[in-house]
Structure formats: structure tokens, C-alpha cells
């Protein structure tokens, strides 16, 4: 079964750094890209970072670009999301996702809340 | 940015009936669009993929149509465990992007 457990949410003032991380499990890691997308409270969901299946390329829309790093362990079976930066829009649920066969997330975490804020 | 519009935003309906979402892209996606159905206390889930194709395990009162830029998710012959939330995404170049949701709501 395929699982995905994200960790590392909490309350953090602007301008402050936080890292989130999800341990897969289930399915070969190394053998998949991965993603993460948030949901603000009471919004839509927005896709935030991807990484291919070696790390050598990652992907952001233009809302995090330069202060937030998507990286993997792939030993470890490990994603992370290193947010720096951040700002009260960034408050939201952040889901790991796994990129599927077809491109779609095809699974995803039941995720971990940041919430920025003084 | 390709930006989905999704409608209705609210759909109420009865178990037993049929309902369909429209997704509108802004520009073409070939047929790059998948469906998720969001419920409280558990982990999204895809639904369809490239448009038609179902995932593995969605049932098949589940049906997708459409590319190029317009999509449409219907649900024939509602059941109770429905009653959800639903986004359509583009997947078919960076950023990729929802549209904003249908809630479906027991009549």
C-alpha cells in the first residue's frame, strides 16, 4: 500500500525558514517524481514544487521560486520542502504528492499544516 | 498560466441521480486533465487521468470527456460516498494548475 506521511508543520513567524519532509512507502521511490501542492484555508489547491525521480531537476511556479527547495533522499525514501522566506499568503496544508505513470498525482499525503504568522 | 475555470462551484443533488462539472481551460491541453475528489479526513483522490481514462479503483458511474480546453466530469447514479469536492487539473505544462472546485451537496 502506497503511503505518504508528511511531517514538520507548525506555526512560524514571517520571514522565518521551515522544512517539511515525506516518508514514502509502499512503492519503489527512486522511481518516481514527486510533488508538493497546498491548500490555503478555505481555497483551492495550488500546485507549489516538483522533482524528477533522480533530483536532478526541480520545477516551481513563480509564487515560491527562490525561496522554497524541493529535494529527495532517495536512501531514505525522503521528500522535502525547504521553505525560506516566508510570508502569511504561504499559510496553507501542504500535501506530498506522487507524480503517476500518466503525469497526474496518482497518490497523495493526507497533509501537514504551516501556518506564518507573528 | 493556463487558468481552469470550474463549474458550478455548488451542486445539490439526491443519491440516485446524474451530475456533471464543467472544466474550461484557458488555452489547449491536449487532453492533460485529471480529476480529484477531495473528502474530510482523507487523502485526495485521482479520479481520472488524460481526460477519460480511469484510475484504477474509481468506479465506473465515474466518466471524464473532452480536450483541447473543454472537460467535463459526470457521475451517473450518485451514491452516497460522492458527496465531495472536486478539482480538475492541467497537467500539461508548468505551472501546473486547479480549477477552483465543485462541492456536490445531498439535496
Known amino acids: 500500500e502506497v503511503q505518504l506521511v508528511e511531517t514538520g508543520g507548525g506555526l512560524v513567524q514571517p520571514g522565518r525558514s521551515l522544512k517539511l519532509s515525506c516518508v514514502a512507502s509502499?512503492?519503489?521511490?527512486?522511481?518516481?517524481?514527486m510533488s508538493w501542492t497546498r491548500q490555503a484555508p478555505g481555497k483551492g489547491l495550488e500546485w507549489v514544487a516538483s522533482?524528477?525521480?533522480?533530483?536532478?531537476?526541480?520545477y516551481y511556479p513563480d509564487s515560491v521560486k527562490g525561496r522554497f527547495t524541493i529535494s529527495r533522499d532517495n536512501a531514505q525514501n525522503t521528500l522535502y520542502l525547504q521553505m525560506n522566506s516566508l510570508r502569511s499568503e504561504d499559510t496553507a496544508t501542504y500535501y506530498c504528492?506522487?507524480?503517476?505513470?500518466?503525469?497526474?498525482?496518482?497518490?497523495w499525503g493526507q497533509g501537514v499544516m504551516v501556518t506564518v504568522s507573528s | 498560466d493556463v487558468q481552469m475555470t470550474q463549474s458550478p462551484s455548488y451542486l445539490a443533488a439526491s443519491p440516485g441521480e446524474s451530475v456533471s462539472i464543467s472544466c474550461k481551460a484557458s488555452k489547449s491541453i491536449s487532453n492533460n486533465l485529471a480529476w480529484y475528489q477531495e473528502k474530510p479526513g482523507k487523502a485526495n483522490k485521482l479520479l481520472i487521468h488524460s481526460g477519460s481514462t480511469l484510475q484504477s479503483g474509481t468506479p465506473s458511474r465515474f466518466s471524464g470527456s473532452g480536450s483541447g480546453t473543454d472537460f467535463t466530469l459526470t457521475i451517473r447514479s450518485l451514491e452516497f460516498e460522492d458527496f465531495a469536492v472536486y478539482y480538475c487539473q492541467q497537467y500539461n505544462e508548468y505551472p501546473y494548475t486547479f480549477g477552483a472546485g465543485t462541492k456536490l451537496e445531498l439535496k
Open positions: 504528492t506522487r507524480d503517476g505513470d500518466y503525469g497526474p498525482f496518482d497518490y
Open positions: 522533482i524528477t525521480n533522480s533530483g536532478g531537476s526541480t
Open positions: 509502499g512503492f519503489t521511490f527512486n522511481n518516481y517524481w
